[in-house]
């Protein structure tokens, strides 16, 4: 079955602290993983990562594929307060040819 | 260029009623996908609509269905409402592969059934 495992569920950090978040998968026909950042509704994209060992950046978010490991990890460093939000990671590929989210990390950042 | 939207946002129902809710994609985007957000499951994948055909579907009963038109907007329907399928309606779409290219997601539809 596939499947996506976010960790750790939730996160408590102050401004200016490093994270890493973990997203670990089991998917049949891997074609693609990607990260969103969910603060109230609509999820917004921040990364699609296709080949393993190349990292994207974008700011102080960055990602990473291990395709061996079958992970990916998200790093936001200084973060702020603006980082709270939920982080999905999701599968693209699988049985269903459609993406399969995990169930989130929770950041909250305190000032 | 303007966002993907759905309507309605927010919306009341009772037991055994049905449901249609509506998401206009991105201009020029073709694959309109449709999740479900609950705090139990987390995102779950509803199908996918391509070309005015449904392209794929996933582990949810026939209540749900879901349509396409020919301007790539969709609609999608809940028959016979239980109160389990009170949740977060999230539309997205994209140009053409729901997972090789960037889904955009539209505001979501809360849909709360009493």
């Known amino acids: 079955e596939d499947k996506v495992v976010q960790s750790p569920l939730s996160l408590v950090v102050h401004e200016g602290d490093t994270v890493t978040l973990n997203c670990s998968y089991e998917v049949t026909n891997f074609r693609s993983l990607l990260w969103y950042k969910q603060e109230k509704k609509a999820p917004t994209f921040l990364f699609m990562l296709t080949s393993s060992g190349i990292e994207k950046k974008s700011g102080r978010l960055s990602s990473i594929l291990d395709k061996k490991e079958l992970s990916s990890i998200l790093n936001i460093t200084a973060t702020q307060t603006g980082d709270s939000a939920i982080y999905l990671c999701a599968l693209g590929g699988g049985s269903q040819g459609n993406l399969i989210f995990g169930k989130g990390t929770k950041l909250s950042v305190k000032p | 260029k303007a966002g993907v939207t759905q309507t309605p946002r927010y919306l009341i129902k009772t037991r055994g009623q049905q449901v249609t809710l509506s998401c206009s994609p991105i201009?020029?985007?073709?694959?309109v996908s449709w999740y479900q957000q609950t705090p139990g499951q987390g995102l779950q994948f509803l199908f996918e609509?391509?070309?005015?055909?449904?392209?794929n579907k996933g582990n949810f009963p026939g209540r749900f269905s879901g349509r396409q038109f020919s301007n790539s907007r969709s609609e999608m329907n809940v028959s016979t409402l239980e109160l389990g399928d009170s949740a977060l309606y999230l539309c997205a779409s994209s140009l053409a592969s729901a997972y090789q290219e960037t889904q955009y997601f539209g505001p979501g539809t809360r849909l709360l059934v009493l």
């Open positions: 609509y391509f070309s005015e055909t449904q392209r």
């Open positions: 201009s020029g985007h073709r694959s």
